[in-house]
């Protein structure tokens, strides 16, 4: 696959080394191009990219608020289409906590009435612009600074949230997991997304070296070993038809991808264990 | 001129049919829903051509009014009440964001208790989030307010949105007779929206909504209270014009019978009405008295206002609304710009019928005034 040159998010922005949420937007604009209005829910994105007087993007860009980026895409798509400008592609990007708890009614509205845009979930598990607090996306075991772990506790002890098949059980045309490590696979899904007619959602996964712990070289490294674990799967529905797009050749154990993050690390070998046989068994479930 | 009876609503709906809104977010609440049912069906019947999206919630509604203006295009929305609260931090969004968003309010009391029935708390709530506020007496005036408000609304020295507040039920329910303007005069007044600046487009790329910095953000906030003091002069402008056009004049305040007035009632919306008729009764016993009717609260008339009270010996100010401990707004807006000794009274609240009786009752308590605000109409202590 070749890589377009053009880059439309300006380097110099504000970003951590090593920020996962930067790549997934340089590689998604990449894909849908300069014809693209960019609507962002407030949070690390947004905040790093647009310190006024500066800003990063170099496409028309908009941010409103926390819980309403759907919303406010919504309306940029009516008006897009009331304007007979239907060639434009409308895409958000929500963090995982503007995505899964705060902004769910937002999307859940707009995904239902069918809006022809594209939202991409970019994925850290956790409330990382405010400080690394648990979302609904946070999973099972996390250590954050609102679930911490201690003497009482393990960490986060709910499960994370399914947010793609919350998407998929509203009957859009497009839905599809993605990592940033997997550049490929995630760009040829933008590009799936833009192409389909109506709602489009896309979960991102992207690590976060603040928010995981661990040495902002290895943000690739981290996104591998979620999907050679089978931590986290790479699929796509489309239509309602469920495609796994990637399988590792050799499934590694999940203990490898936990041992190499901070918020882990507390963890017992039991706990680890836990974890392991979750996802041994949606991956035997799926084949992977 | 063929006057048509309407409601209230139906007098907005047919002034948003005229200003021809590109996209319009809506969600239903009593008492505004029958503006968004007369758009539907305007829309479904190819009147309007327009987007109607029909949002999750009052919250997405003005989101997805505030994205659609980013676009540069017209929009509209109404709400109530409970609706207006969960707009509450997009509409300092929206007007931060300098975008001309016009929407109509069918005032409503908040809850708690729960009330369908009418009050201003729920605008008045939102003095100061940047929006400008008219509140109309009648269904012509929701009407003309509305053609008006968008001509204010994107005059590039203003660019801040429009809030019409109508009193829920007792106008939004009730039918007067309008005097709907024709297509062409209505075109002829309020030209197509051709933003000059700062909208979404990809070959012009910008960026709407960044993050500011204590280096930034008090300028940005200075420069609305710039465009809204600019505001007076443009609604003056546009007032003139639009009486040149369609024969009605709206100042910021009217005044009835009040030049000559010993005893001066202020006071908004259709609440005006009943005084007008009590102002009549005690004219013709002898008793000067008049009213003030605050119609643009937005920006706040202050020397309008003076001008129109300085010479009364006594002034009493009727709220729907009150600030706790300090009574009502508008009450405390004047006392706290004009030097003049103005008696408060709180009125009406949730729906509390307002009879001449109680307007007589804060005529009298008006002369001889107490120093803290009263409520009339509170039923007897059991």
New interface residues.
Partial sequence: MELPEKEFLAPGHRACAGCGATIGVRLALKMLGENTVAVSATGCLEVITTPYPETAWEIPWMHVAFENAAAVASGVESALKAQGKTDTNVVVFGGDGGTADIGLQALSGAMERGHNLIYICYDNEAYMNTGIQRSGATPYGASTTTSPHGKESFGEDKPKKNMPMIMAAHGIPYVATASISYPEDFMKKVKKAAEVDGPAYIHLQQPCTTGWGYSPAKTIELGRLAVETGSWILYEIEDGEFKVTYRPVQRKMVSEYLNAQKRFKHLSDLEKEKIQSHVDAICVELKI | MVLKVMSSNQAIAEAVKLVKP??I?VYPITPQTTISEYLAKYVADGDI???Y?????E??AI???????????R?FTATSSQGLALMH??LF?AAG?RAPIVMADANRALSAPLSIWNDQQDSISERDSGWMQIYAENGQEALDSVLMSYKISENKEVLLPTMVCVDGFILTHTVDPVDVPEEEEVDKFLPDYNPEHAY???K??????????PD?YMEARHDMEVAMEKAKTVISNVSQEFADTFGRKYDFIEKYRSEDADTIIIAMGSICSTIKDVIDELREEGEKVGLVRVRVFRPFPVEEIYDAIKGASNVGVIDKNFSFSIGGVLHNNIKSMMDVNAAGFIIGLGGRDIKPSHIKEVVEKTKNPSNKPLWIGLKEEQ
């Fill in positions: 590109k996209v977010p051509d327009a987007e999206i029909r949002v999750e919630s919250h997405s989101s997805a009014c505030l994205g659609a203006s980013g676009t540069g295009v929009v931090e997009i969004a964001l979404l487009d990809p012009r790329p910008m960026s709407i909504g960044t993050f500011t910095d930034y």
